[in-house]
């Protein structure tokens, strides 16, 4: 074999040699297009999911979103409806207002005219009142007939003399009709000082017996003042007809009776022993919001033991009071000297000499006193309010 033929052998050998190498690139390179079109496919179904997923998730915001909507028109028609509801309403409500605002000044204007025929009759009633008012007393007769002279004046039966106080003719026995329909239609003012209140006359007595205003005695025995029932603690307070200070006793609660229970120890001296009478100052207190006052005298030797309400006699009966005179440091039930009163409290508008309660003599009194080092003892009282009274 020649040199050219073994040098183109050696050219094949190399030519076989690249075409195999080169097959073998391409199988890989095959084999790498395949798992990139494997890569590819499996790349294309995860996006082809995703793409479901996202539009399924989309699909449902989408619907959520909508049914939002939904609601918020519902709402909107909703509220369109109410504010065109309210739109009527306000205009009713403005139609009302103008037909009451007429109607109040209508009732405006009656009233007015109403005031003006008051403040008109007030001025008659006022004319007629000093008309038929006495000249002397300067009072209105509450009672008739009224007394009335030839020439029309008139005067109260307390103050009628022979002669009119106004024009000094003869009164003679004229009574005047038309003064006591006056008196039987208008109201009287309280005939106290500091009452101001006003009633018809046929309420004007029954109203003076319970007035808080009202005149009443001092309860002192020594004491002749007359002041009104307002006024009566500061008097007492303010005079040597009692002690300063006005005890306030609370509510106790015994076998469910609200009551107050009290002890005062006093002294009688010396000179109040051996005297024919004497007087006590008085002791003051206050249970639920009346006044009290502990009246003790010493009159033809017995010791007058009395305890008196600042009411009436109508609101007296509706009390109950204990009172015991004994020995001084003990309480009155285990005295060995005692001398007890129950019934109910005397009214301040009661006569002073017609004080009720307990009376103890002279020997009884030395039957304490012999207890005792001193001339002293004890008042113990109580006082409750009768139940549904």
Wanted: aromatic fraction near 6%.
């Amino acid at each position: 074999m020649g040199p050219k033929r073994i040098k183109m052998l050696k050219v094949e050998e190399n030519y076989e040699e690249e075409l195999a190498a080169s097959k073998a690139g391409l199988d890989d390179k095959n084999e790498e297009i395949e798992a990139l079109k494997v890569k590819a496919t499996n790349d294309l179904k995860k996006h082809a999911q995703t793409i479901e997923t996202f539009k399924s998730k989309m699909n449902t915001a989408l619907e959520v979103k909508n049914e939002e909507i939904e609601t918020i028109k519902e709402e909107m028609e909703t509220i369109e409806k109410k504010a065109a509801n309210d739109l009527k309403n306000h205009e009713k409500t403005v139609q009302n207002f103008a037909l009451m605002k007429n109607d109040d000044k209508t009732e405006i204007d009656n009233l007015k005219r109403k005031l003006q025929e008051l403040v008109k009759a007030k001025n008659i009633v006022d004319q007629l009142k000093e008309k038929i008012e006495c000249p002397v007393c300067f009072e209105i007769p509450h009672t008739g007939p009224v007394p009335v002279c030839r020439n029309g004046h008139f005067v109260c039966n307390e103050c009628k003399a022979e002669a009119c106080p106004t024009c000094r003719v003869n009164m003679g026995s004229g009574k005047s009709l038309l003064a006591m329909t006056v008196v039987e239609n208008i109201d009287h003012r309280c005939k106290f000082i500091d009452c101001e209140e006003f009633f018809p006359v046929d309420e004007i007595e029954k109203h003076a017996k319970v007035c808080a205003h009202r005149s009443v005695s001092c309860p002192c025995s020594k004491c002749d003042v007359k002041v009104g029932l307002s006024k009566l603690l500061a008097h007492l307070n303010n005079s040597d007809c009692s002690y300063d200070s006005q005890v306030i006793l609370k509510k106790t609660s015994l076998i469910e009776k609200v009551s107050a229970v009290k002890t005062l120890t006093l002294n009688a001296s010396e000179q109040r022993r051996y005297v024919k009478s004497a007087v006590y100052r008085l002791n003051t207190f206050t249970f639920e919001d009346i006044s009290f006052c502990i009246f003790i005298e010493k009159r033809e030797w017995l010791y007058h033991f009395s305890l008196v309400m600042f009411a009436s006699e109508e609101e007296c009966s509706k009390y109950k009071i204990e009172m015991a005179v004994h020995e001084p440091n003990v309480s009155s039930e285990d005295t060995e000297v005692s001398f007890k009163y129950c019934g109910k409290p005397c009214s301040i508008d009661v006569d002073k000499k017609e004080f009720h309660g307990l009376t103890v003599d002279a020997q009884g009194m030395e039957q304490i006193w012999s207890k005792s080092t001193t001339l002293a003892f004890s008042v113990s009282f109580s006082v409750r309010k009768i139940p549904n009274s």
